[in-house]
């Protein structure tokens, strides 16, 4: 476990907390497998019957670690990441997830929100996917449920330039079911989750079920968990990961793909 995510269950709710304000929530492996871990508990426990995602500080989540990005690319971990892991537990979550977002959600951040049921953006909210600025790919099937959920050339303006969406039009492309000042998110999130405990599980489960097709989400992730694990290898990549670190643009012009 770690002390970067905190799993709290109230009535019937798992709050899922992201701790590392100080890093924007940027996501380590072992908070990918606390997360994975406490999904997989909602899964079984009887006790849980909606689980909310929301984030410490002034941002919702910075997405992947970019150090741990860095070391994969240097072969240092394994691939069969934790990130993945998370991806396929989130996916496949039979319960009602409910996310509270405020100020960025980069990456899996924002992908992981087309896993969830309901989305509640504060008005400072920006959500946002730029894999292609880090040479990489499209992760969470994100690559087939963005352009379905918002077009195909929004969805390709936020994958290969990394064009942010802030919150208003997040709500009118149907990412989220409201825009609420920073203050009122949180409970905004939880009134909503509770509304759900009330509701009979086995149809909210079945109804979840129906809406969502798992095939072919689950092929989706394999695929595009391929080529990004081909990609986190490539030196475009080490090159984007470098610029991060070192706080410059970086430089792929005398880069082979
Ligand atoms: N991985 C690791 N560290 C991260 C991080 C990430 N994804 N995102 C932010 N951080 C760290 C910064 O390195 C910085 O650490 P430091 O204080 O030790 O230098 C700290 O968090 C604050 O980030 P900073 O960039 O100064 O904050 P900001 O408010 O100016 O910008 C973001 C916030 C989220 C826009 C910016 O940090 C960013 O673009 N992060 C990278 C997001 C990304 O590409 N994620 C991967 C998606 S696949």
Redesign the pocket.
């Known amino acids: 476990m770690t002390e970067h995510v905190k799993t709290e269950i109230v009535d019937g709710v798992m709050t899922l907390t992201l701790q590392r304000p ?3 929530n ?2 380590t492996g072992a908070m990918y497998d606390a997360l994975s871990g406490a999904l997989k508990q909602a899964e079984t426990d009887a006790s849980v019957r909606v689980v909310v995602f929301q984030g410490e500080g ?2 919702f ?9 860095a070391s994969q690319a240097r072969g240092e971990d394994s691939v069969d990441s934790p990130a993945h892991r998370f991806i396929e537990t989130v996916s496949k979550a039979s319960k009602p997830l409910v996310a509270a977002v405020q ?2 959600a ?4 924002t992908t992981m929100l087309l896993h969830c049921d309901l989305v509640y953006l504060a008005d400072n909210a ?1 959500l ?4 292609v ?2 040479a ?1 790919v499209p ?1 969470a099937a994100s690559s087939w449920l963005l352009p379905v959920r918002i077009g195909h050339a929004r969805a390709y303006a936020m994958f290969a330039l990394g064009e942010p969406m802030e919150a208003a039009a997040a709500l009118v492309c149907g990412l989220a079911n409201a825009v609420v000042p920073r203050d009122e998110l949180r409970k905004r999130a939880l009134d909503a989750a509770i509304a759900l405990t009330k509701r009979p599980a086995g149809s909210l489960s079945l109804t979840k079920k129906l809406m969502r097709d798992h095939q072919r989400i689950a092929a989706k992730i394999a695929e595009e968990g391929q080529l990004f694990k081909e990609r986190l290898k490539t030196p475009e990549a080490r090159e984007a990961f470098a610029a ?2 070192e ?1 410059r643009s970086p430089d792929f012009a005398k880069l082979l793909p």
Do not use: H
């Open positions: 100080e890093k924007k940027a996501l002034d941002s989540t910075a997405g992947n670690d970019l150090a741990d990005f100020g960025n980069v990456g899996v951040g920006r946002s996917t730029p894999f600025n880090l990489l992760e991060f670190a706080r």
